[in-house]
């Protein structure tokens, strides 16, 4: 029987996952399943995960399969599996609080196994939520990448799939946090070199995930960084213009203009935090920090003039 325990995600096939969980002191007033990152883990959601706890919303993260604590930490555990786990789990916290609000929150690649897992892309069961918060997804499909890094993935892949690399040289900023980057590197959690075939699954997932925005049909909360330098505007704006027309209308969009990709840690991550604790306890309302204001313009500035292949 699938269930949580104090400290585990004992998903459908027996596998023991590391589960994390910050609770509101009385009754819940909403409740999150949060899926973490690309090599991060649930500890991700300490800091969200304790100032949601305050406004009465309780949350919970798992590392998932091939994460964190996981077992077979550095491999790929397959779509099919991450999402039938997100669904596995927002079972358990249905029954575990049947009148409260569920909403499956997917961070960077969190993001992208939970519209997998919406869609039933992947055939497994899809999870009964009352919405969806995507900070960062990571919708970077092959269809908006570069020829180069497509090709050498699929080289890469077939010649030397067990081979690590590290993100060293990219340049690449993933938040204006730097003391939080930091304590990332010491952690032995974080994954610091990944497989060739590992890139090539994420690769896979960002694609099943960028192909399934026409099908989603959920209330929707997606926040995006201006200066994310991880997942790049076109794809995310691709993403959103997407999505079919009634589903889009009703998405509350949020752009940070300060904004990097990890949002929930950046400097202005409490802002970030502010807002999904808002959209859970008043989805109709604005959103405190004004992200939201002129986030539609943003997000499809230029959303109506990509062609993705995907209808």
Known sequence: MPRFTETSFVTADGQVLPLRKWLPKGEAKGVVLALHGFNDYSNAFESPGEAWAEHGIATYAYDQRGFGAAPEQGLWPGRAALAA?????????????????????????????????????????????????????????????????????????????????????????????????????????????????????????????????PRLDVPLLIMYGAKDEIVPKTPIRGFVASLPPDCRRRARLAWYEDGYHMLLRDLEGPLVIADVTSWVLAPAAPLPSGADRAAAQAFLRTGSQISLGLH
């Open 85 to 213: 786990d997100a669904a596995t789990a927002a079972h358990i916290l249905r029954r575990l609080y049947p009148q409260v609000p569920l909403y499956l929150l997917g961070d960077s690649m969190g993001g992208a196994v939970a519209v997998v897992a919406l869609t039933g892309e992947s055939g497994a069961p899809v999870p009964a939520v009352d919405g969806v918060i995507l900070t960062a997804p990571a919708v970077w499909g092959r269809a908006t990448m570069d020829l180069l890094p497509r090709v050498a993935l699929w080289v890469g892949v077939r010649v030397m799939p067990g081979l690590t690399v590290t993100g060293r040289g990219l340049e690449k900023k993933p938040s204006d946090n730097i003391a939080m980057l930091r304590a990332l590197s010491r952690d032995p959690l974080v994954i610091k070199e990944t497989r060739v075939d590992t890139i090539y699954g994420l690769v896979d997932l960002m694609d099943a995930a960028l192909a399934s925005a």
